[in-house]
């Protein structure tokens, strides 16, 4: 089975250009999440989605961050206008999100983003 | 707030030891616990979980043990290979299972040497 799939793996930009970052989830799975993960920070969760519906967002740093989960199989994070602050790791994750079920996350590969 | 911290930011043992990568938690309402492991440039990793109504659980090598008096975890990996160097982090679901979302602690380097 394929796991999360993240793209792209490395992002290059410079500052002030739109990037977006795209996930797609394990099939059957129902909650998203997107992470971004710093040496400083650590792993911190920005917004997750149940059902395709953003339950909260209170992680996303500011209004140059947006998410979007048009369907249950896609899922994006657009930075705009980038900065050298977001240069970071950024993770997505799935859940089953069964109620009852475990509450086990299964994380992409990662994109590294690099705002020069 | 309340959080998930790790007593040790990194673990250096041999191969063959015995490790054991210590996690504090300390919100009670947290009724499932999971260590993930994250190798260099790859995501986290899922390893093993354990719910609250256990005080162990055992996979292949690695043992999670949970005690809720003290709102301490644990995870015993057997027998260390060169191949289990990481970053592992434990995480809780602050409970509301199945609905909750994850936090995760700041992580324990485990260096093995050959």
């Known amino acids: 089975d394929a796991g999360v799939i993240q793209s792209p793996r490395h992002e290059v930009t410079e500052m002030g250009q739109e990037v977006t970052l795209r996930c797609k989830p394990i099939?059957?799975?129902?909650?998203l999440f997107w992470y971004r993960q710093t040496m400083m920070r650590g792993l911190e969760l920005l917004i997750y989605f149940n059902n395709n519906v953003p339950i909260d967002d209170s992680g996303m740093p500011e209004d140059r961050f947006s998410a979007k989960m048009p369907n249950a199989s896609f899922s994006t994070l657009k930075i705009q206008p980038s900065e050298p602050r977001d240069s970071a790791v950024y993770f997505c994750?799935?859940?089953?999100?069964?109620?009852?079920?475990?509450?086990?996350?299964?994380f992409g590969p990662g994109t590294r983003l690099t705002v020069l | 707030g309340e959080s998930v911290g790790l007593h040790l930011p990194t673990l250096s043992v041999q191969e063959g030891d015995n490790s054991i990568i210590n996690c504090a938690y300390s919100?009670?309402?947290?009724?499932?616990f999971i260590w993930y492991k994250q190798e260099s440039g790859k995501g986290p990793q899922f390893i093993i979980d354990i719910r609250s109504n256990m005080d162990k659980r055992q996979g292949q090598r690695v043992t999670v043990l949970l005690n809720k008096t003290v709102k301490h975890l644990s995870l015993q990996i057997a027998a260390t290979q060169p191949g289990d160097s990481a970053v592992y982090f434990c995480?809780?679901?602050?409970?509301?299972?199945?609905?909750?979302?994850?936090?995760f602690g700041k992580g324990t380097m485990l260096l093995v040497s050959p």
């Open positions: 919100n009670s309402a947290s009724d499932y």
């Open positions: 994750a799935s859940r089953l999100g069964l109620a009852g079920g475990t509450d086990t996350q299964y």
């Open positions: 099939s059957g799975h129902n909650s």
């Open positions: 995480a809780e679901n602050g409970g509301r299972s199945g609905y909750s979302t994850l936090t």
